[in-house]
């Protein structure tokens, strides 16, 4: 069974760091492209960051360049987001979502995998 599973989440204070996991299970990673996405209370969910599978193509959106990096650990089967200066407005649960491609994406719609997600909160 095709499973991603998000960790790493919590409450940090503005300026704090956080580095979220997305550790996938019954497929082999490296050959999947990987999605961060976001969503807050009422608002639809966002591409953050993407790395393809080659891990040559990444994307950022334009709020978090400069402080994120996403990185990927193929024996371990994991992808990271590392999350610096982190602001108020970073606030919601983060998702990683998975789609068999050479590709990196901004799109929720070209992910066929997702994980339950994790929460994060920024806030003094």
């Known amino acids: 069974q095709l499973q991603l599973v998000e960790s790493g989440g919590g409450l940090v204070q503005p300026g704090g760091s956080l580095r979220l996991s997305c550790a996938a299970s019954?497929?082999?990673?490296?050959?999947?492209?990987i999605g961060w996405f976001r969503q807050a209370p009422g608002k639809e969910r966002e591409g953050v960051a993407c790395?393809?599978?080659?891990?040559?193509?990444?994307y950022f959106t334009d709020s978090v360049k400069g402080r994120f990096t996403i990185s990927r650990d193929n024996t371990k089967n994991t992808v990271y987001l590392q999350m610096n200066s982190l602001k108020p407005e970073d606030t919601a649960v983060y998702y990683c979502?998975?789609?068999?491609?050479?590709?990196?994406?901004?799109?929720?719609?070209?992910?066929?995998?997702w994980g339950q997600g994790t929460q994060v909160t920024v806030s003094s």
């Open positions: 019954g497929f082999t990673l490296r050959e999947y492209s």
């Open positions: 790395i393809n599978s080659g891990s040559f193509s990444t």
């Open positions: 979502a998975a789609v068999r491609s050479l590709g990196c994406y901004r799109a929720v719609g070209r992910y066929n995998y």
